[in-house]
């Protein structure tokens, strides 16, 4: 790791770069963090990148953007955290606004959902790369690779809840943990608990005092419901954004009435092939309700709203805990329960990718029972040709001629967009 840190201008570059793109959910999104701080620039070192990532796995909502903001706030501190933060989301929440907008006055835009496609080929690629080097360093010991392939097989196939997948890793971790491969010395977090409190007490204030005048002020109730709605949403939604869309999806089309079924979905699909996290779905939730109550600027305002209550809580959760995931990486006990997260992490990710990737080369993928095992089965006659040929192309561009990413995604995209007027 590089003893130098970041200025925040080279800091602020390097979070615009990964902001915008950042396409492709939360398996690319890790994928494309890595590649930039822990392999190019070197700011964390591999161990650092794999235990917050797995502090950001236990905590609830969009994990990659609360990766991104602890490498910030490691980096150069509070405003670090909220420079990388906030840029990890702005610029897809821009995107999914003007999408939206197109969206309401016009319906699908096809040439948007081309140039996409060409990017969605480039980013399995990238996902695969980061996958294999993140599994190199994580599993270490035998029972890591059966703690990395149980955990594959029980969210992929079984549908087993996530959170429920890292407790039973933890629980194995905490009175299962071999130090024999561990090295360093222990760390001191340095930092007192009325400066935690002060801090959790501040973040609170900041995520609700804005709520409470908007309650105060505005006659619309729509906005309130919403304020209300996603803020339950940012704290029990466990798992990243997947979790968030089996927690809202039937709430939000049945019991809520905002918007249809296929409404909902179409939200999905311009949230899964725009750069940020996929949970800016819930801003394209808010504004399509507010939209429907009072025009553009209620759906406009519905947005905001909807994206404050879902990403401050996430500034909350790392920057009162993000002092203490060293100290927490070298105390025997946690340390184990840490590292067996790791490695319930990478068949998650396993999962994600295999998820991510069929979704991109096929245009049908169904989920089948089998009793207790669910498998994805695509229809192979809907297999997109172009799709796998830019994947083919990315991945002879980036693997074996090391071209730059922002190129080779520039390229795919534009392939990708030529074909489609073909």
Sequence with gaps: MSDTKPTLSQAFRVWAKIGILSFGGPAAQIAMMHREVVDDKKWLSEKQFLNALSFCMLLPGPEAMQLATYTGWRLNGTIGGLIAGLLFVIPGAIVILALATLYVYLGKVPIVSALFLGVKATVVVIVIEALLRVSAKALKRTDHWVIAALAFIGIFFLGIPYPLIVLIAAIYGLFFNDTSLETGAAVKHHQPFTKTLTTIFLWLA?????????????????????????????????????????????????????????????????????????????????????????????????????????????????????????????????????????????????????????????DIVEPIKHGPLTLWQPALASINPTVVALAILSGYLLLKRHWNIVLVLFLSALLALGIAQI
């Design 206 to 362: 900041i995520w609700w005092l804005p709520i409470l005048i908007l309650d105060m002020v505005t006659e619309h109730s729509i906005l309130k419901e919403i304020a209300a709605f996603f803020s339950k949403l940012a704290v029990v939604t466990f798992g990243g954004a997947y979790a968030v869309l089996a927690y809202m999806a039937q709430d939000v089309v049945i019991l809520k009435g905002w918007l249809s079924a296929d409404q909902m979905m179409d939200g999905l699909g311009l949230a899964e092939t725009t750069p940020g996290p996929l949970i800016l779905v819930t801003q394209f939730v808010g504004f399509l309700a507010g939209f429907a109550s009072g025009g553009w600027w209620l759906g406009l305002t519905a947005a905001i709203v909807t994206l404050w209550v879902t990403f401050t809580p996430c500034f909350l959760w790392i920057f009162a805990g993000a002092p203490y995931i060293d100290w927490i990486g070298t105390q025997p006990r946690l340390r184990g329960a840490l590292n067996a997260i790791t490695a319930a992490v990478v068949g998650v990710i396993l999962n994600l990718s295999i998820w991510f990737a069929l979704h991109v080369f096929f």
